[in-house]
């Protein structure tokens, strides 16, 4: 039953907005055929308008005023105006119809309508009871009728209703009286239950035309696909007799299968039985059962490799319910087989390298978890991937990771499962005893066989590969916990220097809530304002006045409390909040440079991962400009792991960081493994030895030989040297003369607060002065 809700009147009126305005072949065709029943009717309803005219002329008889004769005209053209365009149509139905089309019907029944709204208006009140009561019956009618032909035109259908209602209510309130307002309240109630009906008439004649329309494509779909099925079959009927040999095997089924000559009077098991023994036992057991089966596959093998049938069949029974065997269908579904069996590979292959991919991985890892079967599970991460797409393209990076498979299925287990999980992360599965006992061999294989360069074309390529491990004996274990657990110890590789591997322990676990705690309170330290600079003041050897400051970074968790930077600034880098902490640290240094520290040369950390940043050089700037810091006074330290990405990309951005006039410091130096190479590249302005010399200064001829070559190498490059770790007066004097320029130690002074830092150093005792 058609029922009216706030949905449905919405849905309605999106109905018939889009039947008026909408674009689309099927809606052209539902405008043509509702435009068609209209025009179907207009003969007997231009008829009727032309004698309820009439009517109207013959009740004012003799006496038909002028006025009346003038709309009488009008009425008998508005109709031959729609009798000539139905003559125009007649015979042709509207197949399509646009929207201007349904908009120009719409049009001609407001016309219409008017023109009778017109006849109450203006006769209704001088007329005698006798002609009031054929002009209302007469209006009366039109609106009831005239809403019923045009109700395949919603539009239409009201612009008629409302145009004659409007004049017969005009009318009314002109007449007045008390049998006027009662007439007038009939017509407010039987006006719009008339447009309901029409509506109601509109939903349910659309619904049954696109019914129509739905079965007719359908049954075109269906006479197509019988047509192809007759033209090509695939499939083959075979039936059997009471003793299970094949009546009448047409060609179509002797190829399916595979029958041969010597062949046709065997039973169908037997035939089954050469070709498929277990597959044969089941369709024996079917057949035993006496039930009809549906969609039985079977896979024959012969010369012809592999065949996959699918069969359908029902026992045939006499009228007396006697068995005379079995009927059925044959279908050859060898292609769909091989399909489905492409989508399921597909489904569960990594596409660039042909590993198992993570679908496969989870669903081994579950089946075995399930099983309770101890397991070992290698989680695999490439340490320097990123430089080699960012710098070589996504196509070197491609090559890259096939490569790196290459490498990895060469040093698996003949039962591992190798699998890669997206980007650069690859995962191992060991499952039985003996692999599972070669874990920690596999793990070392892995490391070392990716520590060798790549050589794509005339490069070559260091990646390099953490690996964390984990097993599972007898202990309870879920899916998402061991890929967390092997998550955690190549992290702790990672951490430990990339390039080698790492086991999960508990206190492995322990340390990663840690860090997850550190990581959480670190995206609202900026914010909550937690985070500080501390300041550690450098002296000049030669001049003994301070200098210099370098800003170390201070945190203080809410209850975790300090946390040393070396361990909040890893993590900040491992996920990704190190730019907004560099950033704000560059921009508070630039600040006190300008203000409190004005005069003395401030110091910045940066991390090789922030200047992996394209905006790093803007950012720089913009601290500069904002603060009014001068350049020169700001100095970057930087280590060389910076370099070890991508070198010439590095040299390429510290140029760009020279040109803005900001110093440049090589920190920890002497501690890395090619730091000569850089500094003939890139000439620093200044060379921070690591402490690591200065705790063995006193102790240890070859330490103070090693810092006495830095400085004097540094003074042949034009550059200056701070050594850091300063903690005695001993430790000082040696390295002034060793050649060193500046120090930066306790002996100084302590990281203090922007208003604690010293203004004043006393070498004769290393007391500190307040500023």
């Excluded at 292959?349 to 579950?366: C, I, M, P, V, W």
């Excluded at 092997?486 to 702790?492: F, G, I, K, L, V």
């Amino acid at each position: 039953m058609f029922r009216f809700g706030t949905q449905t009147l919405r849905e309605l009126r999106a109905d018939i907005a889009a039947m008026y305005a909408g674009d689309g072949a099927e809606l052209g065709r539902l405008r043509g055929a509702h435009l068609t029943s209209v025009i179907r009717l207009t003969p007997p309803m231009m008829f009727a308008n032309f004698g309820s005219g009439a009517l109207a002329l013959w009740s004012f008889a003799p006496g038909v005023s002028t006025g009346l004769w003038i709309w009488m005209a009008v009425l008998c053209t508005v109709c031959g105006l729609a009798m000539l365009n139905w003559s125009q149509r007649r015979g042709r139905p509207v197949a399509t119809a646009s929207p201007r089309s349904v908009r120009r019907a719409t049009l001609h029944a407001l016309l219409l309508g008017s023109v009778w709204g017109v006849l109450p208006l203006l006769w209704l009140e001088g007329a005698t009871v006798g002609q009031q009561m054929t002009i209302v019956t007469l209006i009366t009618g039109m609106i009831g009728a005239g809403s019923f032909v045009l109700s395949p035109l919603p539009y239409a259908s009201l612009a008629w209703v409302a145009a004659i209602s409007l004049g017969s209510f005009g009318a009314l309130a002109t007449v007045g009286g008390a049998a006027a307002a009662k007439v007038g309240l009939l017509l407010s109630l039987y006006s719009p239950i008339v447009l309901i009906g029409s509506l109601v008439n509109w939903y349910k004649a659309t619904a049954l035309l696109r019914a129509q329309a739905h079965s007719a494509r359908q049954e075109q779909m269906l006479a197509v696909l019988l047509q192809d099925f007759e033209q090509n079959a695939g499939d083959a009927l075979w039936e059997t007799g009471p003793d299970g040999q094949l009546r009448q095997a047409s060609p179509r089924l002797q190829e399916l299968l595979g029958l041969q000559p010597d062949e046709q009077a065997d039973t169908l098991e037997l035939l089954l039985q050469r070709r498929s023994p277990a597959e044969a036992v089941r369709l024996g057991h079917l057949l035993q059962a006496g039930q009809p089966f549906r969609e039985l596959r079977l896979s024959l093998r012969d010369v012809r490799g592999t065949v996959h049938l699918q069969m359908n069949g029902k026992p045939l029974t006499d009228e007396n319910g006697v068995f005379q065997g079995w009927r059925g269908v044959v279908s050859d579904v060898t292609g769909k087989v091989n399909h489905e069996e492409m989508l399921r590979r597909l489904a569960h292959t990594d596409s660039l390298t042909g590993l198992a991919n993570r679908f496969l991985l989870r669903d081994t890892l579950e089946r075995l978890i399930r099983r309770k079967q101890p397991l070992a599970l290698l989680a695999i991460d490439l340490d320097r991937f990123k430089a080699v797409n960012d710098n070589h393209g996504h196509s070197t990076g491609d090559a890259v990771l096939q490569t790196v498979a290459d490498r990895l299925r060469v040093h698996m287990p003949t039962e591992a499962l190798l699998a890669r999980l997206g980007g650069d992360e690859f995962a191992v599965v060991l499952s039985t005893p003996a692999d599972i006992a070669l874990a920690e061999t596999v793990a070392e294989r892995v490391v070392e066989t990716l520590a060798e360069p790549v050589q794509m074309g005339t490069r070559m390529l260091r990646i390099g590969a953490s690996v964390g491990l984990t097993t599972r004996d007898d202990e309870p274990a879920s899916l998402d916990g061991m890929l967390v657990q092997a998550d955690m110890a190549m992290y702790a590789a990672k951490e430990a220097g990339r390039g080698q591997w790492a086991r999960y322990t508990p206190l492995l676990g322990e340390h990663s809530r840690r860090q997850l705690a550190i990581e959480q309170g670190l995206r609202q330290a900026l914010e909550r304002g937690e985070l500080a600079l501390h300041w550690q003041a450098k002296v000049d050897l030669a001049t003994r006045g301070i200098t210099g400051a370098e800003a170390l970074m201070r945190w203080s968790h809410p209850t975790l409390g300090p946390i040393p930077p070396s361990e909040f600034i890893t993590v900040a880098e491992q996920c990704g909040l190190i730019d907004a902490l560099g950033q704000w640290a560059l921009r508070e240094a630039c600040r006190a440079g300008a203000q409190e520290l004005a005069g003395l040369t401030v110091a910045v950390n940066v991390s090789p991962i922030q200047l992996e940043n394209a905006h790093f050089l803007e950012q720089l700037r913009e601290a500069l400009h904002s603060t009014g810091m001068e350049p020169a006074r700001l100095e970057l330290e930087i280590t060389e792991s910076v370099f070890m990405e991508d070198a010439e990309q590095a040299l390429r951005l510290l140029r760009a960081i020279r040109q803005t006039g900001v110093r440049l410091a090589l920190d920890d130096f002497g501690t890395g493994f090619s730091s000569l190479s850089y500094l003939r590249s890139f000439p620093f302005d200044t060379l921070k030895i690591d402490q690591a010399f200065v705790a063995e200064l006193l102790s240890r001829d070859n330490s103070r030989a090693i810092v006495r070559m830095i400085a004097e190498l540094a003074a042949t490059l034009g550059m200056r040297t701070v050594t850091e770790g300063i903690e005695t007066l001993e430790q000082m004097q040696a390295v002034r003369a060793a050649g060193c320029d500046e120090i930066q130690g306790y002996l100084v002074s302590r990281p203090r607060p922007l208003s604690e830092f010293p203004h004043a150093f006393s070498f004769d005792k290393g007391e500190r002065v307040q500023g």
